[in-house]
């Protein structure tokens, strides 16, 4: 059984919008490091947003700041990722993940990171058109 499901992806233009979503079983969600990861077609994965639930501080890669959001919903156990101003290259599967036994975020050389071992939901598709 998958610990975490996405949804949310879908295809749009460049310069348009999605919001995903990330459900995660309560255990899973509260207090914990949650993050939003993207990989393109051929390349390795890369870390887009992450989300302490205990407090709500946010990270953010360089690439997405002021276009993406990364927001909770606390009632539903979701975690949010707004985005805006899509592009193409930024095509690709999205993917969560929440962290394992240290159930922190921590941030590495200005990257951030999910803390040790983590789970991780099947990913949902986003594709950019130009």
């Known amino acids: 059984q998958v610990p975490l499901v996405e949804s949310g992806g879908g295809s749009v233009q460049a310069g348009g919008s999605l919001r995903l979503s990330c459900a995660a079983p309560?255990?899973?969600?509260?207090?914990?490091?949650v993050g939003w990861f993207h990989q393109a077609p051929g390349k390795e994965r890369e870390a887009v947003a992450a989300?302490?639930?205990?407090?709500?501080?946010?990270y953010y890669a360089d690439f997405v700041k002021g276009r993406f959001t990364i927001s909770q919903d606390n009632a539903k156990n979701t975690v949010y990722l707004q985005m805006n101003n899509l592009q193409p290259e930024e095509t690709g599967m999205y993917s969560c993940?929440?962290?394992?036994?240290?159930?922190?975020?921590?941030?590495?050389?200005?990257?951030?990171?999910?803390?040790?071992?983590?789970?991780w939901g099947l990913g949902t598709q986003v594709t950019v058109s130009s």
């Open positions: 993940a929440a962290g394992g036994q240290l159930r922190l975020c921590t941030v590495i050389g200005g990257r951030w990171l999910i803390a040790g071992t983590a789970s």
């Open positions: 309560e255990h899973m969600y509260t207090s914990n490091c």
């Open positions: 989300i302490y639930t205990g407090r709500g501080r946010t």
